[in-house]
């Protein structure tokens, strides 16, 4: 783990690399091993989240063939009416991919 902090901010002394478990999940933190503070990347946050299943719209990236899949949510499927056969125009925005539903029948002749 990169330490992104170098003193613990309720007490001022150097933390340390650490682990620490929350609800039966193994986290990297930066722990002050004076205080006890314990700090978290947002990374690591986040695995906490989907781990936990606090997270309801985060899917894992896989592997079919030579390509990279992602099954998507079927609430988001039946709210954009998305049908084998539609596309996805894929925008690169600096906070993630933005991907836009286009139904096959609106591009066709």
């Known amino acids: ?4 902090m170098k003193i613990c901010y309720k007490c001022g002394t150097d933390v340390k690399v ?3 478990v929350k609800e039966s999940i193994t986290l990297d ?6 205080c006890g503070e314990e700090y978290f990347t947002s990374s690591e946050l986040i695995k ?3 781990k936990t299943g606090k997270r309801k719209m985060v899917r894992k990236f896989g592997t079919l063939g030579d390509s990279t ?6 609430n988001i499927i039946k709210d954009y009416n998305i049908k ?4 996805g125009i894929f925008e690169k925005k600096p906070e993630g991919i933005l991907i836009k539903p286009v139904h096959a029948k609106d591009i066709e002749d």
């Not at 783990?1 to 992104?4: A, E, I, N, P, V």
């Not at 933190?29 to 004076?34: G, R, V």
């Not at 899949?69 to 079927?74: D, G, K, N, Q």
């Not at 084998?84 to 596309?87: E, F, L, M, R, V």
């Open 1 to 4: 783990m990169k330490k992104f």
């Open 18 to 20: 650490a682990k620490s």
């Open 29 to 34: 933190c930066l722990k002050c091993p004076k």
């Open 48 to 50: 906490f989240d989907i």
């Open 69 to 74: 899949v992602m099954r998507f949510p079927s």
């Open 84 to 87: 084998p056969g539609d596309y």
